[in-house]
């Protein structure tokens, strides 16, 4: 039987995570579908999903074997990079199977690179603010020219705590 001490121990290291799954549930109904258009700084008037809810913008090239996708995060919002501490949130993440499934790629690419990001010892994940790149090696890159890659991620604002439903978009390559 544990001592109360040490369950205040473990909720410590878990009420960031249950925080936000409450946030997320209590204000998902609040947003209300548009962009912000009326912010001061250019980098806050962010995409946002239905709903409301903040986005991230992202944009790809291809170039020879290779896939660049550029992820930009919201002003005062962040992404995870992994899946933290223990392992429940959810990182940026790819869904090539369509590409896969319309026998455009015979295996998903090799994701060579991820942006840095940086460390967020609080919730115990790493995490990107701003713009980073993920960039994919593929032999069949140039059979992809138009079509798109769906991309998963979840933002968390800085802020106020709250985290959103984790959302696909679909980025052109």
Known sequence: MKNFSSILVELKHRAPVLLAVGLLVISAWACDGSTDQNAADPMEASPRMGGGMPAPDLS??????????????PANHHAYLDAGRDGVLIP????????????????????VTTPDGSPDEEIGATVLRGAGEFIFETAQAD??????????????????????RPTWQEVAL
């Open 60 to 73: 790809a090239r291809i170039d020879g074997n290779t896939i660049a996708v550029q992820v930009r995060v």
């Open 143 to 164: 059979r992809l020219d138009g079509m798109s890659v769906r991309v998963r991620s979840q933002l968390c604002n800085d802020e106020t705590g709250v985290c959103y």
């Open 92 to 111: 940026i993440s790819f869904d090539w199977q369509p590409l896969i499934d319309a026998a455009l790629l015979r295996t998903a690419p090799n994701q």
